[in-house]
C-alpha cells in the first residue's frame, strides 16, 4: 500500500495485522507488530530471536578450520614468526589488530602488514610477500583479504610460506594452492557462519584457538573489536552476527584496551552502553579516515599501544586525521554533485564521476553520498600514485555492483567487493567505455523497476506510547544494522509547538500529537516548516544523551504536510480516506463513491463480496489514518 507524497519519498506502509497474530508475550504490541511484518512467528521463534541459542562446532562448517587452528598453536608454542596480512579498512584494521593482539599472548611474533591505499590499492600483494619473506616469516594469515590475490598466492608458495587465507569476498572460479582457506562462502546452505565479515572470520577463528588451548577469550580484546568491524562492515545482523553481538556489544565500555578507551572517551561516550550507531557513526568513520587518508599502522598501534603517553599522542592524531578527512569530503561532494547533477539529466541510470585530483581514500564516501541524493548506482574515480584510476562503487540496492563489475572485465585491472559495494582500477583511457557500459547494464537491470526514493515504515505510534520502558524494549529486538534495520514509526498530525535551525542546515522542533509531547530533529534539509504547522513524520526513536540527561527524541527521516484525506493506492486503484469526527472512517474511490466504517453510508448499494472487500479497504485506511499500530 502506498500513500502519496508531495515530498520527495514515496511512503510505503506494511500490511494491517489480525488481531488474532498478537500474543501473549512481554513485548510490547507495537513492536510486535514490527516482528510479525518482518516475518517473526512469535509463538515458535520469539525466544530465540530475544536469546539465540549456542551455534555449532564452526569446525564442522569450515573444513580447513582445524588444520589451520593446529598451524597457528604450532607457531605459538615454538614462538614463531607470523604475519597478519589485512586491509585498511575498518573491517581489516579490527581483524588485524583482533590476532595480533591474541596470537602475541599466545607466544607469537606477529607482524602486522597493511598495504598502502594510495600506491598498492587493496588487499595482498607480492610486494608484501617479499617483505614477509626478507623478515623470514613462514606463516601468513590474510584477514578481510587474499581470496583474489594469485599472484602472491604464487610467490608465497614459491618462497615456501604457508597461507592461511581468511576472507569473506567472493571466492573466484580458479583454483588456490594454499595452505588453507577459511571463507562463510564455502559453509553448508544454511550455515549461522554464512554472513561473517572479515573480522567475523578472524574472530571465529580466534575462538577456534582459544577453545583448543583452553584460553579465555574474554581476556583479549577480540569481542570489541568483532563488534567494531561487523557493523562498521554492514555484516547482515543474522545468525553468528547477531548472537556474538547481543552478547559482546554490552562489553565495549569495559574493555582494558587502552586505545579503544581512549578514542570513547575523546567521543564523549564512555559512561553510556555504546550501540550499533556510536560505532557506524563514531568509532567506524574514525578507524576508516586513518585507512582512507594517511597511515594505518597509525590506528594499529594506537589499538596495540600499552604506554598512556603513547596512548594519548596517538589518539590526538587520529582525531586530526578524521578532521581533514572530513574536510577533503566536504570538499569532493561538492564537485562530484555538479558533475552527478549534469549525468542525472542526461538520465544517466548509472552515475559514473571522475577527477583526477580527488583523494582516492574519499571517493567511497562520496560515492554512498550520491547514490543517498539520486537514488541511482554511482562510481567515484581518482587518480591513484602508479598513473591509474581508482574506483569506489556504492549501489541503490537495486543492481548487484560487484556482478556488473564482472560483466566489465575486460575493461579493469583489477575489481572485488560485494553486490553493496565494490571497487576497481582501471587505465584512464578505459573510462569512457566502462560509463557506458555500466549505463547499459543499468538500463538493462531497471527496466521494470520504480526508482523513485521511498521510506517504509514498520509501525505506526502515539507519542504518549514513546517512553522509556518502550525504548528498553525496542533495545530488545535490536542490534540493528543489516537484515535488522532499525525500525521506522510514523505518526500524523503533529503540531509543531517550536522549531529553531541548528549550524549545518538542521532543524530542532517540538512536536505535539494530541497524546504527548516530544523533541525531534529532522538533518540535512531546506524544508520550510513554521510553528503551528500540521505535519506527518516518519522517524526513528532514538535517546538524547545532550549533557548527560537522557531524554526520549526524534530522529525525522521523511515530513509530510498533514492533509485529513490520506490517499491510497491500492490494488492499482486510488482511494481517499478520512476521519469522520475522529471515529468513523469514510472511504470515496476514483468514481466518487463512498462507503464509511460502520457501512453505513452505502450499504444498502454494497452485496456481501462488495462488503468483505470494503472492510478490507477499511483496514488499510485504518492503518494510514493511525489508527491501528
Given at each position: 500500500?502506498?500513500?502519496?507524497?508531495?515530498?520527495?519519498?514515496?511512503?510505503?506502509?506494511?500490511?494491517?495485522?489480525?488481531?488474532?497474530?498478537?500474543?501473549?508475550?512481554?513485548?510490547?504490541?507495537?513492536?510486535?507488530?514490527?516482528?510479525?511484518?518482518?516475518?517473526?512467528?512469535?509463538?515458535?521463534?520469539?525466544?530465540?530471536?530475544?536469546?539465540?541459542?549456542?551455534?555449532?562446532?564452526?569446525?564442522?562448517?569450515?573444513?580447513?578450520?582445524?588444520?589451520?587452528?593446529?598451524?597457528?598453536?604450532?607457531?605459538?608454542?615454538?614462538?614463531?614468526?607470523?604475519?597478519?596480512?589485512?586491509?585498511?579498512?575498518?573491517?581489516?584494521?579490527?581483524?588485524?589488530?583482533?590476532?595480533?593482539?591474541?596470537?602475541?599472548?599466545?607466544?607469537?611474533?606477529?607482524?602486522?602488514?597493511?598495504?598502502?591505499?594510495?600506491?598498492?590499492?587493496?588487499?595482498?600483494?607480492?610486494?608484501?610477500?617479499?617483505?614477509?619473506?626478507?623478515?623470514?616469516?613462514?606463516?601468513?594469515?590474510?584477514?578481510?583479504?587474499?581470496?583474489?590475490?594469485?599472484?602472491?598466492?604464487?610467490?608465497?608458495?614459491?618462497?615456501?610460506?604457508?597461507?592461511?587465507?581468511?576472507?569473506?569476498?567472493?571466492?573466484?572460479?580458479?583454483?588456490?594452492?594454499?595452505?588453507?582457506?577459511?571463507?562463510?562462502?564455502?559453509?553448508?546452505?544454511?550455515?549461522?557462519?554464512?554472513?561473517?565479515?572479515?573480522?567475523?572470520?578472524?574472530?571465529?577463528?580466534?575462538?577456534?584457538?582459544?577453545k583448543k588451548i583452553n584460553h579465555d577469550i574474554n581476556d583479549t580484546s577480540a569481542n570489541v573489536f568483532f563488534c567494531i568491524g561487523t557493523i562498521?562492515?554492514?555484516?547482515?545482523?543474522?545468525?553468528?552476527?547477531?548472537?556474538?553481538?547481543?552478547?559482546?556489544?554490552?562489553?565495549?565500555?569495559?574493555?582494558?584496551?587502552?586505545?579503544?578507551?581512549?578514542?570513547?572517551?575523546?567521543?564523549?561516550?564512555?559512561?553510556?552502553?555504546?550501540?550499533?550507531?556510536?560505532?557506524?557513526?563514531?568509532?567506524?568513520?574514525?578507524?576508516?579516515?586513518?585507512?582512507?587518508?594517511?597511515?594505518?599502522?597509525?590506528?594499529?598501534?594506537?589499538?596495540?599501544?600499552?604506554?598512556?603517553?603513547?596512548?594519548?599522542?596517538?589518539?590526538?592524531?587520529?582525531?586530526?586525521?578524521?578532521?581533514?578527512?572530513?574536510?577533503?569530503?566536504?570538499?569532493?561532494?561538492?564537485?562530484?554533485?555538479?558533475?552527478?547533477?549534469?549525468?542525472?539529466?542526461?538520465?544517466?541510470?548509472?552515475?559514473?564521476?571522475?577527477?583526477?585530483?580527488?583523494?582516492?581514500?574519499?571517493?567511497?564516501?562520496?560515492?554512498?553520498?550520491?547514490?543517498?541524493?539520486?537514488?541511482?548506482?554511482?562510481?567515484?574515480?581518482?587518480?591513484?600514485?602508479?598513473?591509474?584510476?581508482?574506483?569506489?562503487?556504492?549501489?541503490?540496492?537495486?543492481?548487484?555492483?560487484?556482478?556488473?563489475?564482472?560483466?566489465?572485465?575486460?575493461?579493469?585491472?583489477?575489481?572485488?567487493?560485494?553486490?553493496?559495494?565494490?571497487?576497481?582500477?582501471?587505465?584512464?583511457?578505459?573510462?569512457?567505455?566502462?560509463?557506458?557500459?555500466?549505463?547499459?547494464?543499468?538500463?538493462?537491470?531497471?527496466?521494470?523497476?520504480?526508482?523513485?526514493?521511498?521510506?517504509?515504515?514498520?509501525?505506526?505510534?502515539?507519542?504518549?506510547?514513546?517512553?522509556?520502558?518502550?525504548?528498553?524494549?525496542?533495545?530488545?529486538?535490536?542490534?540493528?544494522?543489516?537484515?535488522?534495520?532499525?525500525?521506522?514509526?510514523?505518526?500524523?498530525?503533529?503540531?509543531?509547538?517550536?522549531?529553531?535551525?541548528?549550524?549545518?542546515?538542521?532543524?530542532?522542533?517540538?512536536?505535539?500529537?494530541?497524546?504527548?509531547?516530544?523533541?525531534?530533529?529532522?538533518?540535512?534539509?531546506?524544508?520550510?516548516?513554521?510553528?503551528?504547522?500540521?505535519?506527518?513524520?516518519?522517524?526513528?526513536?532514538?535517546?538524547?544523551?545532550?549533557?548527560?540527561v537522557n531524554s526520549m527524541q526524534l530522529n525525522i527521516l521523511d515530513i509530510k504536510n498533514h492533509k485529513e484525506i490520506v490517499s491510497l493506492k491500492?490494488?492499482?486503484?486510488?482511494?481517499?480516506?478520512?476521519?469522520?469526527?475522529?471515529?468513523?472512517?469514510?472511504?470515496?474511490?476514483?468514481?466518487?463513491?463512498?462507503?464509511?466504517?460502520?457501512?453505513?453510508?452505502?450499504?444498502?448499494?454494497?452485496?456481501?463480496?462488495?462488503?468483505?472487500?470494503?472492510?478490507?479497504?477499511?483496514?488499510?485506511?485504518?492503518?494510514?489514518?493511525?489508527?491501528?499500530?
Amino acid at each position: 500500500m502506498e500513500i502519496d507524497n508531495e515530498m520527495l519519498n514515496r511512503w510505503i506502509l506494511p500490511k494491517p495485522i489480525n488481531e488474532n497474530e498478537f500474543t501473549n508475550i512481554n513485548l510490547n504490541h507495537i513492536l510486535q507488530a514490527v516482528l510479525i511484518r518482518r516475518g517473526i512467528d512469535l509463538n515458535n521463534e520469539f525466544d530465540e530471536y530475544i536469546t539465540p541459542s549456542d551455534l555449532p562446532n564452526p569446525e564442522f562448517h569450515f573444513d580447513d578450520l582445524g588444520k589451520a587452528t593446529q598451524r597457528i598453536i604450532q607457531a605459538c608454542v615454538n614462538k614463531q614468526k607470523i604475519a597478519i596480512c589485512g586491509d585498511y579498512d575498518a573491517d581489516g584494521i579490527t581483524s588485524t589488530v583482533l590476532l595480533v593482539e591474541l596470537l602475541t599472548t599466545l607466544g607469537a611474533i606477529v607482524k602486522p602488514f597493511i598495504p598502502s591505499r594510495q600506491d598498492e590499492g587493496y588487499g595482498l600483494n607480492k610486494n608484501m610477500i617479499n617483505q614477509v619473506n626478507n623478515q623470514q616469516i613462514k606463516l601468513i594469515i590474510t584477514v578481510d583479504n587474499g581470496i583474489s590475490a594469485f599472484e602472491a598466492i604464487k610467490k608465497s608458495n614459491e618462497l615456501g610460506i604457508d597461507l592461511i587465507i581468511t576472507d569473506h569476498h567472493k571466492i573466484p572460479e580458479k583454483t588456490m594452492d594454499i595452505f588453507s582457506l577459511i571463507h562463510p562462502e564455502r559453509t553448508p546452505i544454511n550455515s549461522p557462519y554464512k554472513y561473517l565479515a572479515g573480522v567475523g572470520i578472524a574472530y571465529l577463528l580466534a575462538r577456534n584457538i582459544c577453545k583448543k588451548i583452553n584460553h579465555d577469550i574474554n581476556d583479549t580484546s577480540a569481542n570489541v573489536f568483532f563488534c567494531i568491524g561487523t557493523i562498521a562492515d554492514m555484516a547482515p545482523l543474522k545468525g553468528a552476527n547477531r548472537k556474538w553481538l547481543k552478547e559482546c556489544l554490552p562489553q565495549i565500555n569495559r574493555t582494558n584496551n587502552k586505545g579503544v578507551k581512549s578514542i570513547i572517551k575523546k567521543l564523549s561516550i564512555e559512561n553510556t552502553d555504546i550501540t550499533p550507531d556510536d560505532i557506524g557513526y563514531k568509532i567506524a568513520p574514525l578507524i576508516n579516515a586513518v585507512g582512507r587518508i594517511g597511515n594505518p599502522k597509525l590506528i594499529i598501534d594506537l589499538f596495540t599501544n600499552d604506554t598512556n603517553e603513547s596512548v594519548v599522542k596517538l589518539t590526538k592524531d587520529c582525531f586530526a586525521m578524521n578532521k581533514e578527512r572530513k574536510r577533503l569530503t566536504s570538499l569532493v561532494e561538492e564537485e562530484a554533485l555538479q558533475i552527478a547533477v549534469s549525468e542525472y539529466r542526461s538520465d544517466r541510470k548509472f552515475l559514473v564521476l571522475t577527477k583526477s585530483e580527488w583523494h582516492p581514500g574519499i571517493i567511497g564516501i562520496v560515492a554512498a553520498r550520491m547514490v543517498d541524493k539520486f537514488n541511482l548506482p554511482t562510481a567515484l574515480l581518482a587518480e591513484a600514485n602508479d598513473g591509474n584510476f581508482r574506483g569506489s562503487i556504492r549501489s541503490n540496492n537495486k543492481l548487484k555492483v560487484n556482478q556488473a563489475l564482472a560483466e566489465c572485465d575486460d575493461l579493469l585491472i583489477a575489481h572485488g567487493g560485494h553486490s553493496a559495494a565494490a571497487g576497481f582500477s582501471i587505465k584512464k583511457e578505459n573510462i569512457h567505455h566502462l560509463r557506458d557500459r555500466l549505463n547499459k547494464i543499468a538500463y538493462r537491470e531497471f527496466k521494470n523497476i520504480n526508482l523513485e526514493k521511498s521510506i517504509k515504515p514498520d509501525a505506526s505510534i502515539s507519542f504518549k506510547d514513546i517512553t522509556y520502558n518502550f525504548y528498553c524494549q525496542l533495545l530488545l529486538i535490536g542490534p540493528f544494522g543489516v537484515m535488522n534495520p532499525k525500525p521506522i514509526f510514523w505518526t500524523r498530525k503533529c503540531m509543531v509547538l517550536d522549531i529553531s535551525k541548528l549550524n549545518g542546515g538542521h532543524l530542532r522542533m517540538t512536536l505535539n500529537d494530541g497524546t504527548s509531547t516530544i523533541e525531534a530533529l529532522k538533518w540535512n534539509t531546506t524544508l520550510e516548516i513554521k510553528k503551528n504547522d500540521l505535519i506527518d513524520i516518519a522517524f526513528y526513536i532514538e535517546i538524547n544523551r545532550w549533557k548527560k540527561v537522557n531524554s526520549m527524541q526524534l530522529n525525522i527521516l521523511d515530513i509530510k504536510n498533514h492533509k485529513e484525506i490520506v490517499s491510497l493506492k491500492l490494488y492499482d486503484r486510488h482511494y481517499d480516506c478520512q476521519l469522520i469526527d475522529n471515529k468513523n472512517i469514510l472511504i470515496t474511490n476514483s468514481k466518487g463513491e463512498c462507503f464509511s466504517s460502520d457501512l453505513s453510508s452505502s450499504s444498502d448499494n454494497l452485496n456481501e463480496a462488495q462488503k468483505v472487500f470494503a472492510k478490507k479497504i477499511l483496514t488499510f485506511a485504518k492503518l494510514a489514518l493511525g489508527k491501528a499500530a
